[in-house]
């Protein structure tokens, strides 16, 4: 432990002799711990100079208000009168100006609006300047205020606490752990004000019926193969003096660094301690640590093993109640039988010994254990046994091997974005909430688990309880392949080629020669996909989940990935495409390949037309594809001269004078929340490398943007993925101001919990905040049609960054440094297939390769591009403007203020309704 400790805060070490890194990895990581205090917190006087106001002459309440505003004014939004209309007394203005500001500060369209800058300003004139709440609040809305241009400014104070926090009832807010396979998510008891609730649960925990078991739904699958709960471990404050959790001072903190959730709490006269993790060595372990000086209950309560999809038909049958087989003192195990056969157990083992327990102090450690050995019988002996096993290893052996796993996952790469305050607000926010999804990633997957779902191990009740395939898992993917994340990314390739018997089951109707995937499938992968030609069938999930194994395999080591699982998954994905595609003569005589009718995920307004672009950008990446591996690996195979054959004649987009349509009968003409329409710009770069196209991605761009986000304007989307899509897209196309502001939009705005969870109608869905860490990685590194881009997607705004063994394709580690706006260096490593790299970087003037006995060749093309030749295998170069001498990286200081921007201090939570799943 000790040596680990040392070597995570080694501040000088050495990399190949290229390059210095000087990451502090303690300073890094636990500046963006969140941290959830608790207490009435400090007060504090915040004053402003104000004008008073007028009555606007417009009014709050749609389109027709923002017509009769006056021109240069705008007013917020057609819900300002739900925030304006709050009712104010003459007995505490100060109270009232605060719950207004937290209305302000938590209601996206009064975040969104330009004049939302000052609206905290117009209303603290408005209340502070009036003697009469009813007159400032006349028409019930502050928003018919404007500003009095001629009135001498005044300074207005009002009192307000400071670093307070009061307890979290919504799992979207609270602290979580875990280890890949189970985890725990912590939040209060919504109606026990002393019970601290503890969600447990295990990502592979799925119900299994099928034909002929006990409760088998027909056609029902979501309620027969769905994913299921565990259980909540409550701690119950018993003390004489009233104490419960909302009236103690304290705090809990996500510690990152070594991925653990700490509470530290006081009371007048009492105090608790708590410390809970997953030990990432005993897979189906975790532990938590209570020291107290009051009496506690600890006490576990199963959830109702059953589907928590909405709408049950009315013979769906839960499991059985869980069953307590063993209570006593130190231990309590529940069995929960599963009506298909087997079952899971839960086992807690509380150990109190007499050196850790005094007169006024109670130490207290909690062992448990989630075994789930279902369809067999055995999940309690198995239980016992990993607790067992726990004891032996004892309470430090786990915790060393726990914290020096965690110290070998981050280094893995580096990436630090933090800039002054005066430079670009939210910048270290948003390089904490990159850091935060590192350790969201690292608690939800291990490389011997199963594949990532929307919810890892925070199960909570929710209607999407398979894999969704028509987006989410594949952004919950993305940033392990440019963050050198393999070990975990491998789990979705192992979860395809695990069950190849099913995804060809899955497209029976297209021949033996095929394979799919459904929009949402099951543990067991059965979920069949719909027939082209009949209706308009969704069957694109299939191929784009190959365009994931394809970014993993392009980072692998070497090329057996590509040729050995990708080409043979690829080529039946496409088969069914061709098996279905048909040969119409277009209007100049030529005869083009084309698709029939499918669908693109959720755009609900699709008329029956051909050429869906999902489908046909899908295709096309497809056939390129197959095409690259064949003849750069020299891959025999029959089907090639087919493959270019329909390539060379295969019908472009459709396209109209809004760019991308949906397909060749319906133009997106309404708001949409997927990107799918736009697959031939983001993902699969069909176009983005050709400047002859670079309007229709811009048009395209700007006419989703518009509909869904209320324009660039705002950028007030409706969804996280949104948000990432256009992120990426605007840095594709050189609107690099634009791209960080959509990721910055979405971190601050309350669809971002205060842990970085999303959620959609209370629901989990892990990918969105996933996928913008991912889009910032492709702001610093981007690789695609065999180019590496370096800092290509980073605003000017962002005059120094830095990253360390971002992985791009072809298998190159590489790092670089920014420095007052120009590249200072790179460094290349080869850790994959490919010798040749061509980078494309802002560094100017004649460049050099270092070291300088390299054998390796540099060309350069000018703008900063240039051609690397000959790297051998393990091999580092570095290229910098020619006399660079100082190849130093570290993590950028950043701004103090956004540091633990994350928890309950800055981002708490409004709550948000609930809604029907699709």
């Known amino acids: 432990?000790?040596?680990?400790?040392?070597?995570?805060?080694?501040?000088?070490?050495?990399?190949?002799?290229?390059?210095?890194?000087?990451?502090?990895?303690?300073?890094?990581?636990?500046?963006?711990?969140?941290?959830?205090?608790?207490?009435?917190?400090?007060?504090?006087?915040?004053?402003?100079?104000?004008?008073?106001?007028?009555?606007?002459?417009?009014?709050?309440?749609?389109?027709?208000?923002?017509?009769?505003?006056?021109?240069?004014?705008?007013?917020?939004?057609?819900?300002?009168?739900?925030?304006?209309?709050?009712?104010?007394?003459?007995?505490?203005i100060s109270l009232c100006l605060q719950e207004y500001s937290v209305a302000c500060d938590n209601t996206p369209s009064c975040q969104s609006y330009g004049t939302s800058q000052v609206w905290h300003q117009q209303l603290i004139s408005q209340l502070a300047e009036t003697s009469n709440i009813s007159t400032a609040t006349a028409n019930q809305d502050w928003t018919l205020y404007i500003a009095d241009q001629e009135a001498p400014k005044q300074k207005v104070c009002i009192n307000v606490s400071v670093g307070g926090g009061s307890p979290w009832t919504r799992w979207e807010d609270g602290p979580f752990f875990g280890n890949g396979l189970v985890g725990g998510l912590v939040k209060f008891n919504s109606t026990n004000a002393t019970s601290l609730d503890i969600d447990l649960s295990r990502t592979d925990l799925w119900d299994r019926r099928g034909p002929g078991t006990p409760g088998y739904v027909e056609g029902s699958d979501l309620f027969n193969k769905p994913r299921l709960p565990l259980g909540t471990l409550s701690i119950n404050l018993q003390g004489a003096g009233g104490e419960s959790f909302g009236n103690a001072d304290g705090s809990f903190r996500t510690h990152l660094r070594e991925a653990y959730v700490s509470a530290s709490l006081s009371w007048k006269s009492s105090a608790l301690t708590l410390k809970a993790f997953a030990p990432f060595n005993t897979p189906e372990g975790i532990v938590i640590e209570v020291n107290t000086t009051l009496p506690i209950q600890v006490k576990f309560t199963p959830a109702l093993s059953a589907s928590t999809r909405h709408s049950p038909p009315g013979n769906y049958k839960a499991n059985p109640p869980a069953e307590q087989v063993i209570n006593n003192i130190s231990m309590s195990v529940w069995r929960q039988e599963l009506l298909a056969g087997g079952d899971y157990a839960t086992a807690i083992e509380t150990i109190v010994t007499d050196a850790e327990r005094t007169s006024n102090l109670t130490c207290m450690k909690l062992f448990i254990t989630i075994a789930n050995d279902a369809p067999a019988n055995t999940s309690v002996q198995t239980a016992l046994t990993t607790l067992a096993s726990m004891k032996k290893d004892t309470l430090l052996g786990m915790w060393s091997s726990h914290i020096l796993h965690w110290a070998s996952y981050y280094p893995a790469s580096f990436v630090s974005v933090a800039q002054p305050p005066s430079v670009a607000k939210y910048s270290t926010a948003l390089e904490g909430f990159y850091?935060?999804?590192?350790?969201?990633?690292?608690?939800?997957?291990?490389?011997?688990?199963?594949?990532?779902?929307?919810?890892?191990?925070?199960?909570?009740?929710?209607?999407?309880?398979?894999?969704?395939?028509?987006?989410?898992?594949?952004?919950?993917?993305?940033?392990?392949?440019?963050?050198?994340?393999?070990?975990?990314?491998?789990?979705?390739?192992?979860?395809?080629?695990?069950?190849?018997?099913?995804?060809?089951?899955?497209?029976?109707?297209?021949?033996?020669?095929?394979?799919?995937?459904?929009?949402?499938c099951p543990y067991d992968?059965?979920?069949?996909?719909?027939?082209?030609?009949?209706?308009?069938?969704?069957?694109?999930?299939?191929?784009?989940?190959?365009?994931?194994?394809?970014?993993?395999?392009?980072?692998?080591?070497?090329?057996?990935?590509?040729?050995?699982?990708?080409?043979?998954?690829?080529?039946?994905?496409?088969?069914?495409?061709?098996?279905?595609?048909?040969?119409?003569?277009?209007?100049?005589?030529a005869q083009m390949y084309h698709l029939p009718p499918t669908d693109s995920p959720e755009y609900p307004y699709q008329n029956l037309g051909n050429d869906t672009n999902y489908d046909l950008a899908l295709f096309e990446w497809s056939l390129k594809t197959l095409i690259e591996i064949a003849e750069r690996f020299s891959v025999s195979d029959s089907m090639l001269p087919t493959w270019k054959k329909v390539l060379s004649s295969l019908t472009p987009g459709p396209i109209d004078e809004y760019g991308y349509m949906v397909n060749n009968a319906t133009g997106f003409d309404h708001p949409h929340r997927h990107f799918s329409h736009a697959f031939h710009i983001y993902p699969l770069?069909?176009?983005?490398?050709?400047?002859?196209?670079?309007?229709?991605?811009?048009?395209?761009?700007?006419?989703?943007?518009?509909?869904?986000?209320?324009?660039?304007?705002?950028?007030?989307?409706?969804?996280?993925?949104?948000?990432?899509?256009?992120?990426?897209?605007?840095?594709?196309?050189?609107?690099?101001?634009?791209?960080?502001?959509?990721?910055?939009?979405?971190?601050?705005?309350?669809?971002?919990?205060?842990?970085?969870?999303?959620s959609e109608g209370g629901s989990p869905c892990i990918e969105s905040p996933l996928a913008a860490a991912n889009s910032l990685m492709e702001f610093l590194l981007d690789?695609?049609?065999?180019?590496?881009?370096?800092?290509?997607?980073?605003?000017?705004?962002?005059?120094?960054?830095?990253?360390?063994?971002?992985?791009?394709?072809?298998?190159?580690?590489?790092?670089?440094?920014?420095?007052?706006?120009?590249?200072?260096?790179?460094?290349?490593?080869?850790?994959?297939?490919?010798?040749?790299?061509?980078?494309?970087?802002?560094?100017?003037?004649?460049?050099?390769?270092?070291?300088?006995?390299?054998?390796?060749?540099?060309?350069?093309y000018g703008n900063g591009t240039f051609i690397i030749k000959n790297i051998q295998p393990g091999q580092s170069v570095v290229i910098a403007p020619e006399g660079k001498q100082d190849f130093v990286i570290a993590e950028l200081v950043g701004d103090a203020s956004e540091y633990h921007y994350f928890g309950q201090t800055a981002k708490q939570s409004p709550p948000e309704p609930t809604v029907q799943f699709d």
């Open 435 to 520: 850091w935060n999804q590192m350790y969201k990633l690292g608690s939800a997957i291990r490389p011997d688990g199963p594949a990532l779902d929307l919810m890892g191990p925070w199960f909570q009740k929710s209607g999407w309880l398979f894999y969704w395939f028509d987006l989410n898992v594949q952004l919950q993917y993305w940033p392990l392949y440019t963050s050198n994340r393999l070990s975990l990314a491998q789990t979705l390739s192992a979860l395809v080629t695990n069950h190849s018997a099913a995804l060809q089951n899955n497209t029976a109707a297209y021949g033996n020669d095929t394979i799919g995937i459904g929009g949402a």
């Open 525 to 589: 992968m059965v979920c069949g996909v719909g027939t082209m030609g009949s209706g308009s069938p969704m069957v694109g999930d299939g191929p784009w989940i190959m365009h994931n194994l394809y970014l993993q395999a392009m980072r692998e080591p070497n090329s057996s990935m590509l040729t050995q699982v990708v080409f043979p998954l690829l080529k039946k994905t496409t088969n069914m495409y061709l098996s279905k595609a048909f040969v119409l003569t277009s209007a100049d005589g």
């Open 685 to 758: 770069h069909l176009i983005t490398d050709d400047t002859s196209k670079i309007n229709l991605a811009e048009t395209t761009l700007d006419r989703w943007t518009n509909l869904t986000c209320d324009g660039s304007r705002t950028r007030n989307c409706p969804n996280g993925f949104t948000y990432d899509g256009a992120a990426s897209m605007s840095a594709l196309v050189g609107r690099q101001e634009d791209a960080v502001n959509y990721l910055v939009s979405f971190i601050t705005s309350s669809k971002v919990h205060a842990s970085t969870m999303y």
């Open 783 to 860: 690789s695609w049609g065999g180019r590496i881009r370096v800092f290509q997607g980073l605003p000017k705004s962002y005059h120094d960054a830095a990253f360390v063994d971002l992985l791009a394709e072809g298998g190159f580690e590489v790092s670089a440094k920014r420095s007052n706006g120009t590249t200072s260096f790179v460094q290349m490593r080869r850790k994959g297939f490919s010798s040749d790299a061509v980078v494309d970087t802002n560094m100017i003037g004649t460049l050099s390769i270092l070291p300088s006995t390299s054998s390796n060749q540099l060309q350069q």
């Open 1 to 92: 432990v000790l040596l680990f400790l040392l070597t995570l805060n080694n501040v000088q070490c050495q990399t190949d002799g290229s390059i210095t890194n000087k990451v502090n990895w303690t300073n890094l990581l636990d500046r963006h711990d969140p941290i959830w205090p608790l207490g009435p917190g400090e007060p504090q006087q915040q004053c402003f100079l104000v004008r008073k106001y007028v009555p606007h002459p417009g009014y709050c309440g749609g389109k027709s208000a923002k017509s009769r505003a006056p021109v240069g004014w705008e007013l917020h939004g057609d819900s300002c009168s739900a925030i304006g209309s709050k009712a104010c007394d003459n007995s505490n």
